[in-house]
């Protein structure tokens, strides 16, 4: 069984940059999540796909964009770069069949704006 | 959304049982609770999950009060790997959104 994957695993950025951060699913998976994990903080909800739909968004702005792909592997565009948007970004996927969804996370992007 | 609330930090013993508490008076009726740890520099890991009855798998178990405002979660015999930062967290609606607060940052000692 493949486990979730994530590419870049580092990436710096300048200000005002348009970023695409990119996930693979586990296996048997058909749920991607997003997540953005600041320095020393938990990790915050951007969003959630399901059938390469939008399921779910957190209190992040439209800058914030992802794609679902018929193979359910996913990616997050951040347009507009901010030097807060500097974290961790973490992908999740899961089975929504499973009514509690346990969600099996990836190594995440680490994302530097400068 | 419902919130948790658990200590900052914690230390245990190598080979000792530890006893991770989480507070969730504000969880409602269909809310289950998970627990999930971040190793450094790692991503987060599923731990545990229960609705209302106590749960136990290889790696813990969960321990749910009879009104659901409290659990605890326990690790029979820790070593130096579990050595984390521990989440609990209420699921959310049917997207399962997590929300993870703070987390307790669990240091064992050799």
């Known amino acids: 069984e493949t486990g979730v994957t994530q590419s870049p695993t580092h990436l710096i950025k300048t200000r005002g940059q348009q970023v695409t951060l990119r996930c693979s699913s586990q296996?048997?998976?058909?749920?991607v999540s997003w997540y953005q994990q600041a320095l020393g903080q938990g990790p915050q909800f951007i969003f959630q796909y399901y059938r390469e739909e939008e399921n779910g968004r957190g209190n992040f702005p439209p800058r914030f964009s992802g794609l679902q792909f018929p193979n359910y592997s996913s990616e997050l565009n951040v347009n507009a770069l901010e030097l807060d948007d500097s974290a961790l970004y973490l992908c999740?996927?899961?089975?929504?069949?499973?009514?509690?969804?346990?969600?099996?996370f990836g190594p995440g992007t680490r994302l530097t704006v400068t | 959304d419902a919130k948790t609330t658990q200590p900052n930090s914690m230390e245990s013993n190598e080979e000792e049982p530890v006893h991770l508490p989480c507070n969730h008076s504000t969880i409602s009726g269909t809310d289950y609770i998970h627990w999930y740890r971040q190793l450094p520099s790692q991503g987060p890991e599923y731990v545990i999950h229960?609705?209302?009855s106590n749960v136990n798998n290889r790696m813990a178990s969960l321990a749910i009060a009879e009104d659901r405002k409290s659990s605890t979660l326990i690790l029979h015999r820790a070593t130096l790997r579990d050595a984390a930062v521990y989440y609990c967290i209420l699921s959310s609606g049917n997207t399962g959104k997590l929300i993870f607060g703070q987390g307790t940052t669990l240091q064992v000692k050799p």
């Open positions: 999740a996927s899961s089975r929504a069949d499973r009514p509690t969804y346990e969600q099996y």
């Open positions: 229960g609705l209302t």
């Open positions: 296996s048997g998976h058909n749920t």
